[in-house]
């Protein structure tokens, strides 16, 4: 079974005079443990198409199953609670939540997806540290830097150890040793835990982890070579 599998997708975004063909004709699978890379230039429609898979934006056209259910099957909140427990993604923006902590805000999503206290817990400080920002546990995301504050939105994805994780640009405001660290985090997750892992990137220095690449240009995917 597919972890993720799009047939014939299409999604305006706007409306009106800036409506936009965000994406057209999208088919694609991805399979359990595989790292796969979503590249092309700006506007061509990664977040659209990230967004469409995870459950976030519904499709116009086409069909989306995720972790063996057809999403447009589902109601609403039966979506929400499938997305809560089979997805994590880490959004372009970091997206913490400002009132709570490093560690509460990981742990907020393990508990959402009913994952028990103690391991949430362990969980949590495991992938804080390898990750390499269990000494900022107990600060706040207003006081963090970008590159701090993505590191810990890639820990609460991972956290509930989700099937699927969707990752915008993981690595877009982190150095060259951060970036390695978060790339070898989703790497493992894919390869240990037989997660998929779709990553949308403009960086280079993630092919090596990658088990397949596909560009995406003006709405329409294709494999890449
Ligand atoms: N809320 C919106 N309303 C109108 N148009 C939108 C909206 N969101 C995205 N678009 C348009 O849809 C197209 C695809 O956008 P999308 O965000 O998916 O691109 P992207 O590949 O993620 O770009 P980037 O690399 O800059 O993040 C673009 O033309 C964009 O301007
Ligand atoms: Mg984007």
């Given at each position: 079974?597919?972890?993720?599998?799009?047939?014939?997708?299409?999604?305006?975004?706007?409306?009106?005079?800036?409506?936009?063909?965000?994406?057209?004709?999208?088919?694609?699978?991805?399979?359990?443990?595989?790292?796969?890379?979503?590249?092309?230039?700006?506007?061509?429609?990664?977040?659209?198409?990230?967004?469409?898979?995870?459950?976030?934006?519904?499709?116009?056209?086409?069909?989306?199953?995720?972790?063996?259910?057809?999403?447009?099957?589902?109601?609403?909140?039966?979506?929400?609670?499938?997305?809560?427990?089979?997805?994590?993604?880490?959004?372009?923006?970091?997206n913490l939540l400002d009132g709570l902590?490093?560690?509460e805000n990981?742990?907020v999503?393990?508990?959402?997806?009913?994952?028990?206290?103690?391991?949430?817990?362990?969980?949590?400080?495991?992938?804080?540290?390898?990750?390499?920002?269990?000494?900022?546990?107990?600060?706040r995301p207003?006081?963090?830097?970008?590159?701090?504050?993505?590191?810990?939105?890639?820990?609460?994805?991972?956290?509930?150890?989700?099937?699927?994780?969707?990752?915008?640009?993981?690595?877009?405001?982190?150095?060259?040793?951060?970036?390695?660290?978060?790339?070898?985090?989703?790497?493992?997750?894919?390869?240990?835990?037989?997660?998929?892992?779709?990553?949308?990137?403009?960086?280079?220095?993630?092919?090596?982890?990658?088990?397949?690449?596909?560009?995406?240009?003006?709405?329409?995917?294709?494999?890449?070579?």
């Amino acid at each position: 079974m597919s972890a993720v599998r799009l047939v014939d997708v299409g999604k305006v975004r706007g409306a009106g005079r800036h409506a936009v063909q965000a994406l057209r004709a999208v088919t694609l699978a991805i399979e359990p443990g595989e790292f796969v890379l979503l590249e092309g230039p700006s506007g061509a429609g990664k977040t659209t198409l990230l967004s469409v898979s995870a459950g976030l934006l519904t499709p116009d056209e086409g069909d989306v199953t995720l972790a063996g259910r057809s999403l447009l099957k589902l109601s609403a909140a039966e979506r929400r609670a499938h997305r809560a427990r089979n997805v994590g993604f880490v959004f372009q923006r970091g997206n913490l939540l400002d009132g709570l902590s490093v560690r509460e805000n990981v742990l907020v999503a393990a508990e959402i997806a009913g994952i028990p206290r103690q391991v949430g817990e362990e969980d949590a400080a495991h992938l804080l540290a390898v990750l390499g920002v269990d000494h900022l546990a107990e600060r706040r995301p207003d006081a963090l830097s970008g590159g701090e504050e993505h590191r810990v939105a890639v820990a609460r994805a991972l956290v509930h150890r989700p099937a699927v994780v969707f990752a915008d640009e993981p690595t877009g405001n982190l150095d060259g040793a951060s970036g390695q660290a978060v790339a070898e985090a989703l790497s493992e997750l894919a390869k240990a835990d037989a997660v998929a892992v779709i990553v949308a990137t403009h960086d280079e220095r993630l092919r090596r982890f990658a088990d397949r690449r596909l560009s995406i240009v003006d709405g329409v995917v294709h494999p890449t070579e």
